[in-house]
């Protein structure tokens, strides 16, 4: 099983839909997570930090469910700019103190 | 500041053939890594770095080789080139802070035939 997974998708969305993605993780204690968005052939570029109580910014809003051990990201009113791959990375317990990624979930928003 | 800046963007080796990818960051950030990013794969970490004279294996170290001996630079050498290591390659940094956001440099394109 992989540490962290994410369902590959591709999400098609017509504009101004609501769109949602999980990403699981394996280690109860993992310390940090955030969602990460990376265009075709670019770098991914930081989208927001997950926190304990969920948090907003925007038309985003991203969730973690410890019990559960999966955080969540919610894009309301999608944009045909938002189509891009979202990775979700997870700061896990093992001393490496270096962030493991999911493979990425692919959205694309069509008109 | 230039953030984190990798070269170069492009690279075609032979099979045997060594070289250095070059990583280098202006933020005084600590932490430093490599990934390297497949299809289906995601961005699987090959080495990382502590702090300058600091290195230690990632997920997939064999076959890499790194050095920190400036807190700017972090450099990523193949020692011989093999077609299973035609990847993108990342570098990224960050303050040392469990939260602390990660940088990204733009990427290198490596194909090895």
């Known amino acids: 099983r992989k540490e962290v997974e994410q369902d590959p998708g591709p999400f098609n969305v017509p504009e101004g839909a609501t769109v949602a993605f999980n990403c699981t993780y394996s280690?109860?204690?993992?310390?940090?997570f955030f969602w990460y968005r990376q265009d075709c052939r670019k770098e991914p570029k930081l989208l927001m930090s997950?926190?304990?109580s969920g948090n907003e910014d925007g038309r985003f809003t991203a969730q973690l469910n410890r019990a559960s051990q999966y955080i969540s990201l919610l894009i309301r009113d999608s944009k045909l700019s938002d189509s891009a791959t979202y990775l979700c990375?997870?700061?896990?317990?093992?001393?490496?103190?270096?962030?493991?990624f999911g493979s990425g979930t692919r959205l694309q928003v069509q008109p | 500041n230039a953030g984190v800046t990798q070269t170069p963007k492009f690279q075609v080796l032979k099979t045997g053939q060594s070289m250095t990818l070059q990583c280098a960051q202006d933020?005084?950030?600590?932490?430093m890594s490599w990934y390297r990013q497949d299809p289906g794969m995601g961005l699987r970490l090959i080495h990382y770095?502590?702090?300058?004279?600091?290195?230690d294996q990632g997920e997939v170290p064999n076959g890499y080789n790194v050095s920190r001996s400036t807190t700017e630079d972090f450099p990523l050498r193949l020692l011989s080139a093999a077609p299973s290591q035609t990847s993108v390659y990342f570098c990224?940094?960050?303050?040392?802070?469990?939260?602390?956001?990660?940088?990204f440099g733009s990427g290198t394109q490596l194909s090895v035939l």
């Open positions: 990224a940094s960050r303050l040392s802070g469990a939260n602390e956001k990660l940088f």
């Open positions: 280690n109860s204690a993992s310390q940090s």
């Open positions: 997950v926190y304990s």
């Open positions: 990375a997870v700061l896990l317990d093992t001393g490496r103190r270096a962030l493991t």
């Open positions: 933020m005084n950030h600590e932490y």
């Open positions: 770095s502590v702090g300058a004279g600091i290195t």
